[in-house]
């Protein structure tokens, strides 16, 4: 694993450091999830438990006690068992837990309600993240209950509820190195898997086989997985924003938009390309695409400790609201148009989002009802877009029908930012070049 065993040490003591005395933080693994009938979907790990112990497998708790004399990091996990592990693989056990994984103490999962209530009982406070699985809510709720069930015996309850994730989701949005370096590596390899596609597009391929294709460069580079739904969407499909049927045809004069991104030991990577599917852009595709392109491009100069969230959108806004007014699609006062939001109607989402484990990262977009303030270690999205409808009447319809979206992840520096998905063509020219010498290589 590119994440050690000593960066998970320490972002369980970072956690506990913030942690009340006479506290306890409990953290469920995730559920496997039923896909049809007997079969479940791929397991993934959830995000917080996965970035506290690095540990895989199911049917699995973690409880993190401050201060407990026979160790803080205490693991629930399946036990061995060889004749399942025959059928669904191989299993730590509470000796793998404690030997690989850094436990101090690990117990089988099935003795549990035994054994955690002990941990509870006399803790002042619990740090969980009540609502996220309403399961394992209700199984928390029992342990308590049957502490409360004994206080007449002199036991005494957790006396109050704090949200684990408030603590923990600040710690995950600032990336460690090694953490920067594993996205850098996904954001490389999607990037590979991006150029891939454009040099396999041309008329008549269906966005299913781009997905393939992209799905492949992941694979190979040991990405088994993406990070989210893979959208390719031609033509009109790609002013729905999230598109995943990418079952149509790719035609002679659209563009076409793929979003994709893979994950690579627990971490996402997120870009969106657009380009022709017969490798040159039409007048009217280069016109719009310019412009997203110098909205990006604007966005992301402004990128450094010290900005605050919203400016990078803002200055989207004011890129792509002038370019729309001097090509026609709006009409008015600049300043006016950006107020009364008119820009909307082909640009409705925003700048981007965080981006770690999660594609959609965790940790506060405000602090204290103030836009949050960028510092480095963070990493962003800056997806900049123009869609316009096929179906707007109030466009001349040269226009109508074209999707554009330029995506890349963005690491903060102390100086500034790194873009850690600049290796896939983005401007005009060098998407035209790859595309043309693609057709030629065909062409051999």
Not at 134 to 161: C, H, L, Y
Not at 242 to 258: C, R, T
Not at 300 to 316: F, R
Not at 370 to 390: A, D, F, K, N, Q
Request: aromatic content about 8%; proline content about 5%.
């Amino acid at each position: 694993m590119r994440i050690t065993k000593a960066e998970f040490t320490r972002r369980r003591k970072a956690l506990m450091d913030v942690m009340e005395p006479d506290s306890i933080a409990i953290v469920p693994a995730a559920p496997e999830r039923t896909r049809s009938r007997d079969t479940e979907y791929l397991y993934r790990q959830d995000s917080d438990f996965f970035y506290l112990t690095g540990f895989h497998e199911p049917e699995a708790v973690l409880a993190l006690i401050p201060g407990r004399e026979h160790g803080e990091f205490v693991l629930f996990c399946r036990d061995r068992d060889p004749e399942r592990e025959i059928w669904d693989g191989y299993r730590a056990g509470p000796e793998g837990a404690c030997r690989e994984y850094g436990a101090d103490d690990a117990f089988p999962i099935d003795d549990i309600d035994d054994i955690l209530p002990g941990l509870l009982e006399g803790r002042d406070r619990v740090y969980y993240a009540m609502g996220k699985d309403a399961n394992f809510d209700r199984q928390v709720m029992e342990w308590v209950n049957a502490i409360r069930a004994k206080v007449r015996s002199g036991a005494t309850p957790p006396g109050e509820f704090l949200d684990l994730s408030h603590f923990l989701h600040d710690n995950r949005l600032y990336k460690s190195a090694a953490e920067a370096r594993v996205m850098a590596e996904a954001g490389e390899i999607s990037a590979r898997a991006h150029a891939r596609a454009m040099r396999y597009c041309q008329p008549g391929v269906m966005e299913y086989q781009l997905e393939a294709e992209i799905l492949h460069e992941f694979a190979m580079a040991g990405a088994r997985h993406p990070a989210y739904s893979t959208i390719v969407g031609g033509g009109k499909n790609g002013c729905v924003l999230h598109y995943i049927d990418n079952s149509a045809a790719l035609k002679a004069g659209d563009l076409v938009l793929i979003d994709a991104g893979c994950e690579l030991e627990g971490y996402a990577a997120d870009i969106t390309r657009t380009f022709p599917v017969n490798g040159a852009f039409s007048p009217e595709q280069r016109a719009l695409y310019e412009i997203v392109l110098a909205a990006q491009d604007a966005a992301t100069a402004i990128l450094k400790p010290g900005t605050h969230w919203n400016e990078p959108h803002e200055v989207s806004v004011r890129v792509i609201t002038e370019g729309l007014l001097q090509l026609g699609l709006l009409e008015g006062e600049l300043e006016t148009l950006i107020a009364d939001g008119a820009y909307r109607r082909f640009y409705m989402h925003r700048i981007g989002h965080w981006l770690g484990m999660d594609v959609h990262d965790v940790g506060d977009y405000k602090v204290g009802g103030e836009w949050r303030v960028l510092e480095p270690g963070m990493v962003m999205t800056v997806e900049p877009g123009i869609y316009v409808s096929p179906d707007d009447e109030q466009v001349a319809k040269k226009w109508r029908g074209i999707g554009i979206r330029i995506e890349d992840d963005v690491l903060i520096t102390k100086d500034g930012c790194e873009v850690l998905t600049n290796t896939v063509p983005k401007s005009v020219a060098a998407i035209e070049a790859l595309m043309a010498q693609a057709a030629l290589e065909r062409d051999a």
